[in-house]
C-alpha cells in the first residue's frame, strides 16, 4: 500500500464520517433546540476539527513511513487527477441535486431555513473526499495478484 | 485502469535478467512497486519515458519489451505503408 492508497483509506475511514458528523450534529441542534451561542459556538468548532481532520493523514503517513526510495510516481499522479475529477463531478451533481430537492420540499411561498446552507456545503466535502476516496481504491483495484514477496 | 492492447514481457526479462525483483526494477526506473506490478499485468500502459527507462535498464530496444496489437488490421496496414 503506497501513500496515496494509504490517504484514500484514512479520508474514507476517518476523514469522512469526521467531517460528515461535525458538520451535521452542531446544525441539528440549532434546529432542534434554537440558536444560541453555545450552539454557534460549538458548531465553529466542530467545523474547525472536521477541517483539522486532514492533520490525521499527516500522522498515520508519518507512523506508517515505509523503506521504499519512491512513494509516489505517474500513475500514482493520475489516479489522483482522476479521482480528484471524479469528485468535482460528483459534488456538482450533488450539489445541484440539493437545490433541487430544497426547491421541491418547500413550498415557493415559504423561505429556505439558513440551517441548510452549512448542512449542504459541508455535506458537499464530504460528498468530494469520499467520492476521490472510493475513486482512488477503486483505480488501484487488488494488487494480490502478480505480486512477488 | 482498463486493459490496453499493450502487452509486454518484463517478467521474462526480469527473470533473463539475474532474476531481478519487482522491487529492484521500480528502483531502477523510479517507480513503485505496484506501477510496476500494474504494467506486467497490463492494466497500466505506462508513459514514454516510462517505457524508455524500463528498455534501458534490460539494455533492450523498446519494441523488444512492448507490443500493441491493433483492433483494425487496416490501420496497421495502412500504417506500415507509410
Known amino acids: 500500500m503506497n501513500k496515496t492508497q494509504r490517504a484514500a483509506w484514512i479520508a474514507l475511514l476517518l476523514v469522512v464520517p469526521v467531517w460528515a458528523i461535525c458538520g451535521q450534529l452542531p446544525v ?3 434546529y432542534l433546540e434554537g440558536p444560541s451561542f453555545l450552539h454557534l459556538f460549538s458548531f ?5 476539527i472536521g477541517g483539522l481532520s486532514w492533520l490525521l493523514l499527516l500522522f498515520f503517513n508519518k507512523k506508517w513511513k515505509r523503506k521504499a526510495k519512491i512513494e509516489f510516481d505517474e500513475r500514482d499522479k493520475l489516479i489522483l487527477i482522476r479521482s480528484t475529477l471524479a469528485g468535482y463531478v460528483v459534488l ?8 433541487i430537492y430544497v426547491w421541491l420540499t418547500t413550498s415557493p411561498a415559504r423561505s429556505i431555513s439558513v440551517n441548510v446552507m452549512p448542512i449542504v456545503i459541508v455535506e ?11 475513486t482512488t481504491l477503486i483505480q488501484y483495484g487488488r494488487v494480490g495478484k502478480n505480486v512477488e514477496k | 485502469m482498463s486493459k490496453s492492447n499493450l502487452t509486454n514481457n518484463i517478467r521474462k526479462l526480469r527473470f ?12 531502477k526506473v523510479g517507480v513503485t512497486r505496484q506501477t510496476i506490478i500494474a504494467t506486467e499485468a497490463g492494466k497500466y500502459a505506462p508513459s514514454l519515458p516510462l517505457a524508455f527507462r524500463i528498455a534501458r535498464t534490460f539494455a533492450v530496444p523498446i519494441e523488444q519489451i512492448f507490443q500493441y496489437q491493433d483492433d483494425d488490421p487496416q490501420v496497421s496496414a495502412s500504417d506500415t505503408n507509410i
Open chain 1, 28 to 30: 441539528l441542534l440549532i
Open chain 1, 44 to 48: 465553529a468548532c466542530a467545523t474547525i
Open chain 1, 92 to 99: 456538482w451533481i450533488y450539489f445541484i441535486a440539493a437545490c
Open chain 1, 124 to 134: 458537499g466535502i464530504a460528498v468530494f473526499i469520499f467520492v476521490q476516496s472510493v
Open chain 2, 16 to 27: 533473463d535478467n539475474g532474476q531481478m525483483t519487482q522491487q529492484q526494477l521500480a528502483d
